[in-house]
């Protein structure tokens, strides 16, 4: 059964702290694997897509890797607002129309303390 | 500059009660998406429609109905509400599917009681 388990399901930081969120994932069929911030009673905002193994994408403090079975969210010297929920999505043939569907981690709930 | 417009924003149900979900997009957008967000658990995708006038079921259709009746609007309409149903509901758009491009609603928060 294809699933996405993000892990910690919390994570407490102090400011400067880095760290990181993974993303597990058994899919057959990956199209592309994706990372969503999630803001209290805000709908899931884009972050980063990667498509295969070995690539890497940035954001500012944010830096998100892949491997064949899981993905990486490095947050390097975060500050307060970098608090949100960070969700994983993949991509895989199915729901959805000819793009496929997205399913998505429960999410890491991360907290940021100054 | 709105982009992807959901109301209400919270409503209380009964169980048996009727209710309509609406979404507006105004980025022209043909793919529109519907997701339900459970506590502690992922998004699940309810419908999904790739233009107007096509609508199909995603992976936890039971209990919705949609309809696509213009590329702007995509209701999603609950009959006989059950407490199974309490979740926080979002709408998605996008001009080539799910993925990089898609935008969310801010979300309906719905309680069955």
């Known amino acids: 059964e294809d699933q996405v388990t993000q892990s910690p399901e919390a994570l407490r930081l102090q400011e400067g702290e880095s760290s990181s969120l993974n993303c597990s994932y058994t899919?057959?069929?990956?199209?592309?694997l994706f990372w969503y911030r999630q803001d209290p009673g805000k709908g899931p905002e884009f972050l980063f897509t990667?498509?295969?193994a070995g690539e890497e994408k940035e954001k500012e403090r944010l830096k998100a890797t892949l491997t064949k079975k899981e993905s990486f969210l490095h947050i390097t010297a975060p500050k307060p607002e970098d608090s949100a929920t960070y969700l994983c999505?993949?991509?895989?043939?199915?729901?959805?129309?000819?793009?496929?569907?997205?399913?998505f981690g429960k999410g890491t709930k991360l907290s940021v303390k100054p | 500059n709105a982009g992807v417009t959901q109301t209400p924003k919270f409503r209380i149900l009964k169980i048996g009660q009727s209710m309509t979900l609406q979404c507006t997009q105004d980025?022209?957008?043909?793919?529109m998406y519907w997701y339900r967000q459970d506590p502690g658990m992922g998004l699940k995708l309810i419908y999904y429609?790739?233009?107007?006038?096509?609508?199909d079921k995603g992976e936890v259709p039971n209990g919705y109905n949609v309809s696509r009746s213009t590329t702007e609007d995509f209701p999603l309409r609950l009959e006989l509400a059950a407490p199974s149903q309490t979740s926080v509901y979002f709408c998605?758009?996008?001009?080539?599917?799910?993925?990089?491009?898609?935008?969310f609603g801010q979300g309906t928060r719905l309680t069955v009681v």
């Open positions: 998605a758009s996008s001009s080539t599917g799910m993925g990089p491009e898609a935008f």
């Open positions: 899919v057959s069929g990956l199209r592309g």
């Open positions: 990667l498509y295969s």
């Open positions: 999505a993949v991509q895989r043939p199915g729901y959805g129309g000819s793009q496929g569907n997205l399913i």
């Open positions: 980025m022209n957008h043909n793919y």
């Open positions: 429609s790739v233009g107007a006038g096509i609508t």
